[in-house]
């Protein structure tokens, strides 16, 4: 028998070491140095026999290849964002913050398929049946008779329900949780995981049924494990938002059956998810008019636009350090558009606390949100309100410079959807101004605060 060996990993870039180390020296990651079994010792590798060389088949030849076949799940979100729906074969990971709604959302997607009449697998390896059973209640009245758990975290005996059942869902929740017998350490380390995974993967594979797997993230906000698990599978799924808001988004990270930029925004509500056809008119319903430190932008997400509030506070230093607090916007961004502010446009904040928030739980850390932010700071400072009928979006350069950014005309045509009569872009921004939408164009941040007499 060969000798089982021990290894130190890293999780993040799987670089291995002969002893453990705080800090990983390829990747500079701390903490992240795991010990796990190597299944053979180096020295006895030269007694294993070689292997014969297989047969090559040329891509010409018709039935080399096999066409994947994709079938919807019904449940809309969940297809949009897969191109289609589920790929016979194919393996899935999706991840998200705990308590976000991934069980949830895979609990919507495992009934649609199963009203179908089609065998679906839930393997219970967090949650117990009967957590299960009631959210499934709450979604749907009727829970069908092809809908079937597992209560089961050994990796063999999964696997082996799947070769003999082949149903056409299982759902694995989650891969954490998954335990092989002969990898010595415990569930959730990396060769846990790895092994886990890859014996999850080829299985389904072989069985022809799709695969999907629930992963953690850390506290960063990496989808937790070794970076092998996002190579292993075809999709990667992120699933995010505010726990304090009720909106979702799920976006694609990764499919090798489509494109990669696409996303959905969902409702969390007492029966579930539902699908969000007018995100736009849902984050401005509230929004407070003629108020100073507010302003208008359009995020894009994958092809989705998305008309988001650009709230900022600005108040007097109480400590003598000033505060800088963010919510769904990149504090290192605000840094640097209070520095192009202070430096190109003499707006300076330096004594005073700053407060910036996208308003409605969405995410706004892309740089077309520049020029929104820096104007509802000077908003907040002048104490002036801007027009309610006022959108802005642009990126903004050290120099100060307004940078064009992409799909304009799809920020433009939502913008003028929504009744908004005035847009400020950077000048450099090639588009065509839409019927009864005027733009102002302007090629400096000091320009465009000129043009909206906040200096």
């Given at each position: 028998?060969?000798?089982?060996?021990?290894?130190?990993?890293?999780?993040?870039?799987?670089?291995?070491?002969?002893?453990?180390t705080g800090r990983c020296t390829s990747c500079g990651?701390?903490?992240?140095?795991?010990k796990e079994p190597d299944r053979i010792?180096?020295?006895?590798?030269?007694?294993?026999p070689r292997a014969t060389p297989g047969k090559t088949v040329s891509f010409a030849t018709p039935s080399a290849t096999k066409t994947a076949t994709t079938e919807p799940t019904g449940f809309a979100p969940f297809d949009t964002v897969m191109d289609g729906g589920i790929t016979h074969g194919a393996s899935l990971l999706i991840a998200g913050q705990p308590g976000i709604g991934k069980s949830t959302l895979l609990s919507h997607v495992g009934l649609t398929v199963a009203l179908q009449k089609?065998?679906?697998?839930?393997?219970?390896?967090?949650?117990?049946?009967?957590?299960?059973?009631?959210?499934?209640?709450?979604?749907?009245?009727?829970?069908?008779?092809?809908?079937?758990?597992?209560?089961?975290?050994?990796?063999?005996?999964?696997?082996?329900?799947?070769?003999?059942t082949k149903p056409q869902l299982v759902i694995i929740d989650s891969i954490q949780s998954m335990r092989l017998r002969d990898i010595e350490s415990g569930g959730g380390s990396i060769g846990q995981v790895k092994a886990s995974s890859a014996r999850l993967t080829e299985t389904a594979r072989k069985s022809g049924s799709t695969l999907i797997l629930v992963g953690q993230i850390t506290k960063d906000g990496a989808i937790a494990g070794p970076r092998v698990l996002e190579h292993l599978v075809d999709t990667v799924l992120f699933f995010e938002g505010d726990r304090n808001h009720h909106y979702r988004i799920l976006r694609v990270l990764k499919h090798r059956f489509g494109p990669t930029d696409e996303s959905a925004v969902l409702n969390m509500t007492e029966k579930g998810l539902e699908a969000v056809d007018d995100?736009?008119?849902?984050?401005?319903?509230?929004?407070?008019?003629?108020?100073?430190?507010?302003?208008?932008?359009?995020?894009?997400?994958g092809h989705r636009p998305m008309l988001i509030e650009i709230q900022a506070l600005v108040s007097p230093a109480g400590y003598a350090t000033?505060?800088?607090?963010?919510?769904?916007?990149?504090?290192?961004?605000?840094?640097?558009i209070l520095a192009v502010l202070a430096r190109r446009a003499g707006i300076n904040v330096v004594d005073k606390d700053v407060y910036a928030n996208a308003a409605g739980g969405i995410q706004a850390k892309t740089p077309s949100v520049d020029?929104?932010?820096?104007?509802?700071i000077a908003s907040a400072v002048k104490d002036k309100p801007l027009d309610p009928r006022l959108a802005v979006f642009g990126e903004i350069g050290l120099t100060g410079e307004l940078r064009p950014v992409h799909l304009p005309d799809a920020r433009l045509k939502e913008l003028q959807r929504l009744g908004f009569r005035q847009v400020l872009i950077p000048k450099g921004q090639r588009v065509k101004a839409p019927k009864d939408l005027t733009l102002i164009q302007a090629n400096e941040l000091r320009e465009a605060l000129q043009m909206l007499h906040l200096i």
């Open positions: 028998m060969p000798t089982v060996t021990l290894v130190y990993t890293c999780a993040k870039c799987d670089t291995q070491f002969p002893k453990w990651e701390w903490g992240s140095v795991k010792d180096h020295s006895e590798r030269e007694n294993i089609k065998h679906v697998i839930y393997v219970t390896g967090e949650e117990t049946p009967t957590q299960i059973r009631r959210r499934l209640e709450r979604i749907h009245n009727q829970i069908p008779e092809s809908f079937h758990f597992l209560d089961c975290t050994d990796t063999e005996t999964v696997c082996a329900t799947i070769e003999e995100i736009s008119s849902e984050l401005l319903r509230d929004r407070a008019k003629g108020v100073a430190g507010s302003t208008i932008t359009c995020i894009v997400d000033p505060t800088r607090k963010v919510t769904g916007i990149d504090l290192s961004r605000l840094g640097i020029l929104a932010l820096a104007i509802a």
